[in-house]
């Protein structure tokens, strides 16, 4: 049943926002991404410098997100925001790219990972890794199903033990004895094809953030709190992300980390032997279970916001008054990630082809986003009340140039799984026809509705 303003109920306060933003972003990255953005680092200096420019990059995203979303919370995010920007053409086409490609790609990329580490912990099989993958998918799309408090406690614990258990790493490695001596880095040259390879890898480790944009049309005075919690999650995680790699350098050295697959476990068995690789890999799992459980939560209000817009879809629009949830769009988005893990367990693809398929569709509508941010301006002038970024336009402009050289970065990196990936985009042409057909007063419905007092959208 949905709630009868079409607007599901702020009932998330700023902390939870803070909360699910660190839980999304703070995930397996870190511990796979280090040794690949070391190959491409002529120094240690270079490789610290990629990791601060990428939370440079991630806090200017960030401010220019809080603007667009305290103007206009909504649980579409980036949806309500290309929808307002630009039209319902644009609008339902990434509805379409999130909803088939990028949402449910980044919960299997997540739940491979996972399940990758639970078989090594306690192997069933061959085919343990994908029972353990589809086993969370269902559990934590369950779990959000029965209600958005549930699902909200749930991810603040793992979010604990996933903070407690890196900053246990951060200390070990910096109090417990290092190595007496590590191998001398072999020289690199510095290319800008290069750096921009690293960067890629860079900023999917601080991806997520962006998530906290479907949680506005749920958060307590959206226009005041948005741009405090979005900016706190991100610095937190910049400084634990910048910690964690002068950890992996005292112990590995830059050499170390280029030669590891499992930079974060091998650290661990340097420190403390087998038993510290073991309980590092422990670690790994809390982490993948909280991004997975923060993933699933904010990514069904995509589903919702697209089936609340387009009448064929809107079986996914209803927002399930008891529990406060989008339990239909929940239940759909748990399938097809689900179906994505099988698929990827039969064809052996896992998590580097998720990453392929998806990066270069994901930077180009990110792209459109920031864009948005000097359509918006230009519309309002400076009569608006919201949250306005600081230092205009330079934040934006820094994310519009960073997601073009990250869509020409990643196509390179992804080969004939870009092609597939826009192939697939191409696949939802269909829905800018549907789009066509919205008439005047369909498009006069989905205009951007005014805030009032406590920032919830009237009218």
């Known amino acids: 049943m949905a709630d009868s303003s079409g607007y599901p109920r702020t009932s998330l306060t700023p902390s939870d926002v803070t909360i699910l933003v660190v839980g999304i972003v703070l995930g397996i990255g870190i511990f796979k991404t280090p040794s690949l953005v070391a190959n491409f680092s002529a120094n240690e200096t270079v490789f610290i410098g990629f990791w601060l420019l990428g939370g440079v990059i991630t806090l200017a995203g960030a401010v220019c997100y809080a603007e667009l979303s305290s103007a206009r919370p909504d649980s579409g995010g980036e949806y309500a925001f290309l929808r307002d920007a630009y039209g319902l053409k644009a609008a339902f086409l990434f509805a379409w790219a999130r909803c088939s490609v990028i949402q449910p790609g980044a919960i299997a990329a997540v739940a491979f990972v996972l399940g990758d580490y639970a078989n090594v912990l306690l192997p069933i099989g061959s085919y343990g890794a994908a029972v353990y993958g589809i086993g969370s998918i269902v559990l934590f799309t369950a779990i959000n199903g029965i209600g958005t408090q549930p699902g909200k406690h749930t991810q603040k614990v793992l979010e604990a033990l996933t903070v407690i258990a890196i900053l246990a790493f951060i200390v070990a490695a910096f109090a417990l004895p290092a190595p007496a001596a590590t191998a001398a880095p072999s020289a690199r040259d510095f290319s800008w094809g290069g750096a921009g390879l690293a960067m890629v890898f860079v900023l999917l480790t601080y991806g997520g953030w962006s998530e906290a944009a479907y949680l506005s049309g749920e958060l307590k005075d959206a226009r005041r709190n948005i741009p405090r919690a979005l900016i706190w999650g991100v610095l937190i995680v910049v400084v634990l992300y910048v910690a964690v790699n002068v950890a992996y350098l005292r112990v590995l050295g830059l050499e170390g980390i280029r030669n590891s697959e499992t930079v974060g476990a091998d650290v661990m068995r340097v420190l403390a032997g087998d038993a510290g690789a073991k309980?590092?890999?422990?670690?790994?799992?809390?982490?993948?279970?909280?991004?997975?459980?923060?993933?699933?939560?904010?990514?069904?209000?995509?589903?919702?916001?697209?089936?609340?817009?387009?009448?064929?879809?809107?079986?996914?629009?209803?927002?399930?008054?008891?529990?406060?949830?989008?339990?239909?769009?929940?239940?759909?988005?748990?399938?097809?990630?689900?179906?994505?893990?099988?698929?990827?367990?039969?064809?052996?693809?896992?998590?580097?082809?998720?990453?392929?398929?998806?990066?270069?569709?994901?930077?180009?509508?990110?792209?459109?986003?920031?864009?948005?941010v000097f359509v918006f301006r230009r519309r309002e002038g400076h009569s608006a009340r919201h949250y306005r970024v600081p230092f205009y336009p330079l934040p934006p402009a820094l994310l519009v140039l960073s997601c073009a050289w990250m869509l020409y970065s990643s196509i390179l990196y992804a080969g004939w799984g870009s092609i597939i990936g826009m192939a697939v985009l191409a696949c939802g042409i269909p829905l800018i026809l549907v789009g066509r057909r919205a008439d005047k007063d369909r498009m006069a419905e989905l205009a951007p509705r005014k805030l009032g007092e406590d920032g919830v959208p009237s009218g």
Do not use: C, H
């Open 279 to 372: 309980a590092f890999s422990l670690t790994v799992i809390i982490a993948a279970l909280t991004t997975l459980s923060g993933t699933i939560f904010t990514g069904a209000r995509s589903y919702f916001a697209v089936g609340r817009d387009l009448l064929v879809l809107r079986y996914l629009g209803i927002w399930k008054e008891r529990g406060e949830t989008p339990a239909n769009a929940l239940y759909l988005q748990g399938a097809l990630a689900s179906a994505l893990v099988l698929f990827g367990a039969v064809t052996r693809g896992g998590f580097e082809a998720m990453v392929a398929y998806t990066a270069p569709v994901f930077w180009m509508f990110i792209l459109l986003v920031g864009l948005s």
